[in-house]
Structures are given as C-alpha cells and as structure tokens.
Nanobody, 125 residues
Framework: QVQLVESGGGSVQAGGSLRLSCAASRYAYSDSCMGWFRQAPGKERVWVAAVYTGGGSTYTADSVKGRFTISQDNAKNTVYLQMNSLKPEDSAMYYC??????????????????WGQGTQVTVSS
C-alpha cells in the first residue's frame, strides 16, 4: 500500500522556522522523486522542492531557494522540508508527492503519481 503522511505544519510568526516531514511507504520512497508542493486558497498548486531518493539530487524552486531545504533519511523513508525565514506568503497547505517513474525530478504536479493529504502552514505577520 502506498502511503505518504505529512506532519510538522503549524502556525508561526514571520521570520520563524518549521520542519515538515513526509513519511512514505517503501514502495513510494525507493528510487523516487519526492517532492513538496504548496497550495494557497484559490491558487494553483505550486512546486517547492524535490529530491531524488536514489541518488540524493535536490531541486528547489527559485522562490524559496536560500530559505527552504529539502533532505532525506533513507533509513526512515522520510523526506524533510526545512523552512526558515518564513513569510506570510508562504502560508499554504503543503503536500508531499512521489514520482517513482523517473530519475530526474519534475516541477509539475502531473508528474507525481502519489500524494499525501497535506499539512497546513500559517505564517502571521
């Protein structure tokens, strides 16, 4: 059974930090692109970062580069998104996704075939 379970969301003041976690089933995690997306109310789902778990290559959207860092723990089948210097515009539902069909990670949602339920991040000014 494929499972992606996000955790770590919450409310924080601007300038603060949060670390999101995505625990995946082995089938979804192994040699996969694991990505983070976010979606604010009334807006499209936007790619944030991704990591290829088979080799460790990471990809980060320009909008969060320097503030957000994606990492992996292969022993736990878990991907993390460390978010620093948070801004109110970072407020959104954050989703973890997995694509086990390619080795170069995509920044488009349709490329990912498994999704978690999401975790809410709210940043107040």
């Amino acid at each position: 059974q494929v499972q992606l379970v996000e955790s770590g969301g919450g409310s924080v003041q601007a300038g603060g930090s949060l670390r999101l976690s995505c625990a995946a089933s082995r089938y979804a995690y192994s040699d996969s692109c694991m990505g983070w997306f976010r979606q604010a109310p009334g807006k499209e789902r936007v790619w944030v970062a991704a990591v290829y778990t088979g080799g460790g290559s990471t990809y980060t959207a320009d909008s969060v580069k320097g503030r957000f860092t994606i990492s992996q723990d292969n022993a736990k089948n878990t991907v993390y998104l460390q978010m620093n210097s948070l801004k109110p515009e970072d407020s959104a539902m954050y989703y973890c996704a997995a694509d086990n069909t390619r080795t170069s990670c995509s920044g488009t949602a349709y490329a990912y075939n498994y999704w978690g339920q999401g975790t809410q991040v709210t940043v107040s000014s």
